[in-house]
């Protein structure tokens, strides 16, 4: 079988920063720090490629990598490209065999481009996929734990030299609170190389294409800033996506507890939407959203806060009062939406006692 | 070279279980479940042997083992010999290596039959020492930490089936830091086997024949309980020891924080003491005896609380009110009270402000 791995050129990294932190529904971290890496990397005459999740062969093995821990905290204990390939391999050291491949445990936010990271040092291939085609806070809200793949091993590492490794645990909620208690006692930030998968795994549970997806809607949302037309319609075009609210931050309430990032946004209308008012609720990303206390749109759902002007997106960590914001939703991989899928990222598991409605489903009436 | 490796006949054990819980100075878990479980594997025909810590091969791996967390938990989870054996065999599947041997961390409490719970399954000798000489709350409480060895790796093993390796840290504090975490998220008791050792070091750096020692000093207690002699005279006589305090316990203040047993002792004078009133604090062991508000006795001299009657060691988490009891204190090994040692065992590593001054220690005065 010929492998196609495609190189992937410094431009189509600037677009993925910006696609993949819409994506991330205000978490994942900014991919700002990640892509300073990047084109430093680039800099020195590194390069790196994408391969077609397809492309993988049933035993290879794939790396899983994400920087776990609380948002805020990356704007003070910034992104180093070598600790994340460091996770990587401990993992290699650990398994006793060197991977294929790196991909995205979450396209969202800077975890977008966590694996490229990776990559670039360690000389192999990201897949073009990831398993949330989102991002989320917890090790069980993925594709790979909604289909009961083996949620370990996991291996952590900080960047003063400490390392740990999640040999076992008996559930995926079991991986998420050993885990999180590990990165807590870090910094509530480490570089981490989730369980390894098989090539087949990829193929049957990984949420494909979605690098290629976030550097799509990167593109559509630089190409509308530079020809002044509306970036926010360009992305609800790119992605199917649906207007919220339009508005003005008013407040912003925010700790940092337990290794996330958690809180609750006020946006007072604007426009169209003058007079109402939209809270959004976050741990890490943003998770339920209540039109004058109502509930419109919820996990898994994508709910994404965008600069009014730019397209961009805002993340938790840097929402502020006054900020002029439009609110739009987009689709969650179909997967996330199953009764199985639901149980690991519907609004329950989250703790709201809400029923989850995707705002894309047809209703009663029509 | 022969190896002498002596069979430990179950009555040595129930000795041991006495002796170990009196150096345990109040911590290191009650070892009567550990006695417990070393009655039924004998019962079952298996027998551990003692091994001389000058018969190891410089390069002999040994396992160094115990039960992690906060005392009171013991109580209620109680002591499984396979999962100690599990942590050990976790570490021969991440080092890639056999132990020749196993030993205690500390020779205090439950801890002391640790390594012979462990043995028995692995079928294995125990080496007869620890690094403590005694039982201590901290990682970096040891003397393997005072000669600046390498604290990594530790595995962790719980009840449920959850495990976990720490694979690297930078030094002794943070091993303490990162795998008190995961150990309180298991439950805050977890079966753990330390960074492991080689013939070599255990030769330079253990406390040696402790488990001889501890055996020595339970056979001492139960000799004269059978007399109907003074159990306390006869620790005072086997150890060297010295009278601190006798009264009635008439205030215990405790809290299960941190992964530790935390609190106060309150006992009010009785006889010679009459009229005084000696308060301790704890951090799963004994840490600072105040007579009258005075310091008396300070870690690293054991400070430790006996049955008036039975002689027999009273934990910090089975301590209660109305209770008669003698307080004694037994000397240190000689390592943990050199400065070093006392930078990380004396006063102040535990955040009292206050100087070390062994009660061993001849007075300016004499």
Same mark, same amino acid.
């Given at each position: 079988m010929t492998v196609r791995t495609t190189p992937i %050129?410094?431009?189509?990294i600037e677009s993925l920063a910006v696609g993949a932190w819409i994506?991330?529904?205000? +978490? +994942? =971290?900014? @991919?700002?720090?990640?892509?300073?890496?990047?084109?430093?990397?680039?800099?020195?005459?590194?390069?790196?490629?994408?391969?077609? @999740?397809?492309? &993988?062969?049933?035993?290879?093995?794939?790396?899983?990598?994400?920087?776990?821990?609380? %948002?805020?905290?990356?704007?003070?204990?910034?992104?180093?490209s070598?600790?994340?390939?460091?996770?990587?391999?401990?993992?290699?050291?650990?398994?006793g065999r060197k991977?294929?491949?790196?991909?995205?445990?979450?396209?969202?936010?800077?975890?977008?481009?966590?694996? &490229?990271?990776?990559?670039?040092?360690?000389?192999?291939?990201v897949v073009d996929a990831d398993c949330m085609g989102r991002a989320?806070?917890?090790?069980?809200?993925?594709?790979?734990?909604?289909?009961?793949?083996? %949620?370990? %091993?996991?291996?952590?590492?900080d960047c003063r030299g400490q390392e740990v490794i999640v040999a076992r645990v008996t559930t995926w909620k079991w991986m998420e609170r050993v885990s999180r208690k590990a990165c807590v006692e870090l910094g509530s930030v480490a570089s981490t190389c989730k369980a390894p998968r098989t090539g087949r795994e990829v193929k049957d549970?990984?949420?494909?294409?979605?690098?290629?997806?976030?550097?799509?809607? =990167?593109?559509?949302?630089?190409?509308?800033?530079?020809?002044?037309?509306? @970036?926010i319609a360009a992305i609800l075009e790119a992605e199917g996506g649906l207007r919220l609210f339009?508005?003005?931050?008013?407040?912003?309430?925010r700790r940092t507890t337990e290794g996330f990032l958690r809180g609750t946004a006020t946006i007072e209308g604007l426009d169209g939407d003058r007079g109402a008012r939209m809270e959004i609720a976050f741990q890490n990303e943003w998770a339920v959203a209540w039109r004058d206390g109502v509930p419109v749109a919820t996990v898994p759902d994508l709910i994404c806060v965008l600069d009014a002007v730019t397209g961009e997106a805002i993340g938790t960590e840097t929402l502020r009062y006054g900020q002029r914001v439009a609110v739009v939703a987009l689709p969650a991989p179909p997967i996330l939406m199953t009764p199985k899928g639901l149980e690991h990222v519907g609004p329950r598991a989250f703790g709201y006692d809400i029923e989850f409605r995707s705002v894309f489903a047809p209703t009663a009436a029509e």
């Open positions: %050129p410094l431009e189509d994506l991330g529904t205000g +978490g +994942g =971290g900014s @991919p700002y720090l990640g892509l300073l890496n990047m084109r430093q990397l680039y800099a020195e005459g590194r390069q790196v490629s994408l391969m077609d @999740p397809f492309d &993988l062969a049933d035993d290879d093995d794939v790396a899983v990598v994400s920087n776990m821990g609380a %948002p805020l905290v990356g704007q003070e204990r910034l992104t180093d070598r600790t994340v390939a460091r996770a990587v391999e401990i993992m290699e050291r650990y398994q991977f294929r491949a790196v991909m995205s445990l979450e396209i969202g936010g800077g975890n977008a481009i966590q694996p &490229l990271m990776a990559a670039a040092h360690l000389g192999i291939p989320f806070p917890e090790a069980q809200m993925t594709s790979f734990a909604i289909g009961d793949l083996q %949620p370990w %091993p996991l291996s952590m590492a549970w990984a949420i494909h294409h979605t690098t290629t997806k976030a550097i799509g809607l =990167g593109r559509a949302v630089r190409a509308a800033q530079r020809r002044h037309s509306d @970036p339009a508005g003005k931050v008013s407040d912003i309430a």
